[in-house]
């Protein structure tokens, strides 16, 4: 079975600086998708960003990265400049490639950007 | 284009009634799935579908909850009878196949 584990159920950052939301996943596939969610307090689930499994080099969204080792089976998100507006909970996910699209999501991390 | 929509955005209704949550999916995505989330649990994958076919129903709690997607274009979710404890959001996503899910912005059901 494939899991996703988020291990930081709360965070705070400051405005303005860089925070790191960590996440690992197991899988035996090696084709796969991985994906970091947003939900901010009116609800809405918007996707921030994606990294394709085969590729080497991070995504890159703005002020959102991720740090992707394979090996390690790790997938964190990076938020520079933290903004006000990035107050919310953020879920990674994982997608197994060609088994139908089969999603894994995480059990969340609540990030708060203090003033 | 328009998103998944999902209707009613708010239900409030009263124990041992019948609850039915709709969802419509972007044109063009052939998997549709359901969510339930609440504080206590998270985000809890219910069923999904895939060309309308139910693929992976182990989410769903019980008898009292069942789900049909009778074609490309809907889905519901019902609830009969309805209990306190199934007070929740429920999210409708959608996607093309290989692709990231798209959200509804859910259902918000209270039962009183």
């Known amino acids: 079975a494939q899991t996703v584990t988020q291990s930081q159920p709360e965070m705070s950052v400051q405005e303005a600086e860089t925070v790191t939301l960590s996440c690992t996943y197991d899988?035996?596939?090696?084709?796969?998708?991985l994906f970091w969610y947003k939900q901010p307090p009116s609800r809405q689930m918007i996707l921030v960003i994606r990294?394709?499994?085969?590729?080497?080099q991070n995504a890159t969204e703005n002020r959102f990265s991720v740090n992707f080792q394979k090996a390690a089976k790790s997938f964190s998100l990076k938020i520079s400049d933290s903004q006000l507006g990035d107050t919310a909970m953020y879920f990674c996910a994982a997608l197994r490639i060609g088994t139908g699209n089969q999603f894994y999501f995480g059990t969340g991390t609540s990030l708060t950007v203090i003033p | 284009d328009a998103g998944v929509i999902q209707s009613p955005r708010h239900e409030v209704t009263e124990m041992g009634q019948e609850v039915t949550l709709r969802c419509k999916p972007i044109?063009?995505?052939?998997?549709l799935f359901w969510y339930r989330q609440t504080m206590m649990r998270g985000l809890e994958l219910l069923i999904y579908?895939?060309?309308?076919?139910?693929?992976?129903d182990s989410g769903m709690p019980e008898d009292r909850f069942s789900a049909k997607m009778p074609n490309a274009s809907f889905s519901t979710l019902k609830i009969q009878p309805s209990e306190p404890r199934d007070s929740a959001v429920y999210f409708c996503?959608?996607?093309?196949?290989?692709?990231?899910?798209?959200f509804g912005d859910g259902t918000r059901l209270s039962i009183l």
């Open positions: 996503a959608s996607s093309p196949d290989d692709q990231p899910q798209h």
């Open positions: 899988t035996s596939e090696n084709n796969y998708y």
């Open positions: 579908f895939n060309n309308n076919v139910p693929i992976d």
């Open positions: 990294q394709e499994a085969y590729k080497q």
């Open positions: 044109s063009g995505h052939n998997s």
